[in-house]
């Protein structure tokens, strides 16, 4: 299997929250993060968390990590048109300075 | 801060020629920059990284004589494309890093959409 998984895609309704999930392998991640890709566009980060934390909030982002089962997830509240893109989870190992990227979920904002 | 920039944003070339897609660090100065590809609905698949002055790291199966890469300054990564054949179609983007290694922090460029006829 993948080294890291999300689902492909997640739909919501604009002003409603948006629970993006990702599970990852690496027992020894140190850093994890979220990007999000616009159409045509490159990777923007949006945010990490330290593998030492469970929780870090920005604004309307918070993420969430569960160390123990190695899951991830970043929850946008108030959802907005603007949110639509792809967003990506990545892991990277303390010995590794490269970060493992996932798939991507395509976040669909739908009025 | 923290800009990078894709030089060209698209290119279309005839199969068997050459494309070099410059990656640039605005304003800081990158002693890492990588190289990915990304094909429609995949993730982002490492090619290389390079260090300034140095020659690259090619991550397996990554064709060295086939993906030039070149990291002449601290500002500037090329990446050349050479003989180009329709499989290599594909949507590629840089990032740079500020220190050695990737740290966490990345800056990614815009990417640079190649489409080979």
């Known amino acids: 299997g993948e080294d890291v998984e999300q689902s492909l895609f997640l739909s919501v309704r604009e002003g409603d929250s948006s629970v993006i999930n990702c599970t990852y392998t690496d027992s020894s991640s140190t850093y994890l993060y979220w990007y999000k890709q616009e159409p045509g566009a490159g990777l923007q980060l949006l945010t990490y968390?330290?593998?030492?934390?469970d929780m870090k909030q920005d604004q309307r982002l918070t993420v969430l990590l569960n160390k123990k089962d190695k899951h991830l997830s970043l929850r946008i509240a108030d959802t907005q048109t603007g949110d639509s893109a792809i967003y990506f989870c990545a892991e990277r190992a303390g010995g590794s300075y490269i970060p493992t990227f996932g798939r991507g979920t395509s976040l669909i904002v739908h009025p | 801060g923290a800009v990078v920039s894709q030089h060209p944003s698209r290119v279309i070339c005839k199969s068997g020629t050459s494309v070099k897609i410059e990656c640039r660090s605005l304003?800081?100065?990158?002693?890492?920059m990588f190289w990915y590809r990304q094909f429609p609905k995949q993730s982002l698949m490492l090619m290389a990284t390079s260090n300034e002055g140095s020659k690259a790291t090619y991550e397996q199966g990554v064709e060295k004589d086939k993906f030039l890469i070149n990291h002449a300054s601290l500002t500037l990564s090329t990446l050349t494309v050479t003989s180009a054949h329709p499989e290599d179609s594909s949507f590629y983007i840089c990032?740079?890093?500020?220190?050695?290694?990737?740290?966490?922090?990345?800056?990614f460029g815009p990417g640079t959409r190649l489409l080979v006829l």
């Open positions: 968390i330290f593998s030492n934390m």
């Open positions: 990032s740079a890093a500020p220190q050695r290694g990737a740290g966490e922090t990345q800056y």
């Open positions: 304003d800081f100065q990158a002693t890492t």
